[in-house]
């Protein structure tokens, strides 16, 4: 049976925060930028903290960027929290960057699913084998984003030594459901995957805890839904759900091509500026959606 570290397995029943990546503008990376963000996010009570994920570009990021940030993230954090470390791309940098995680001090690895046109089930569940293998003993979040991969083979990756825990970033809760209960015995942490929106019917069927991009900004709202959620306060949780809905609609513009531009834009409109979003992300926002951006930093008493 996979059983999680205690307390890593509590955090991740909490706020996995994606942190940003921060570029300068020479377009290179600029770590010290992001140590106001950790400060806010650790402060407020989010619970895990991500660097490498999507909210932080990683499909934009090189392979030795990566490797940067997640040096620079777990000086930032300082082990005032866990910090999971995003792996993926090819089989040689993943496992390369699951080394460089482990060397950095990360607590746990974050599998992004391969996004290649033609991955097997059971090439993927080898991949996350040889990433477990090059990650020594740290423990393993599945990424999961298509379940398209089948039962089986969630199954059979859950069953991989080290995993702990599935971010289900999938719109099914129904074939989540049916996950958590034919993994039930593994004890493993089942988290949602689609931020503050999905968190309600993940959590209707059995998911504890969701991702937020949002922390990035405001950390104090994530937290409070969590807490309506823990306590079973769905009204609640949607009244404040519903008063980030601008914000969410803003960053799935542009086939959510706006989703991290939206967050480093507020960032900036905060005096927090990370930089650009790298193409093929989209960057500036719109005149359109600028405005109503500040306007909902305004509402917040942000800006």
Sequence with gaps: MSQAPTALRNALNGISGILVTPFDNEDKLAPARLAPIVDRAVNAGVHVLVTNGNTSEFYGLTTQEAEQMVHAAAEQ?????????????????????????????????????????????????????????????????????????????????????????????????????????RTRERDLAWVGGLAEHWAPPFYAVGSRGFTSGLINVLPERSVAIHAALEAGDYPQAMTLIRGMAEFEALRALERNGTNVTVVKRALQLLGDDCGAVRAPGAWPLSPEADETLRRLLNQWGLI
């Design 77 to 181: 954090v300082g082990g005032r929290v866990p910090l999971v470390a995003g792996v993926g791309r090819s089989l040689h940098d993943a496992r390369a960057l699951a080394r460089a995680s482990r060397a950095a001090g990360a607590s746990a690895l974050m599998v992004h699913q391969p996004p290649d046109p033609f991955v097997a089930p059971r090439g993927v569940v080898e991949y996350v084998k040889r990433i477990a293998e090059a990650g020594d003993g740290l423990p393993l979040v599945l990424y999961l984003r298509d379940d398209g991969i089948g039962f089986d083979a969630i199954e059979a990756l859950c069953a991989i030594p080290g995993v702990v825990g599935v971010k289900w970033a999938s719109p099914t809760p129904l074939r989540l459901a049916e996950m958590i209960e």
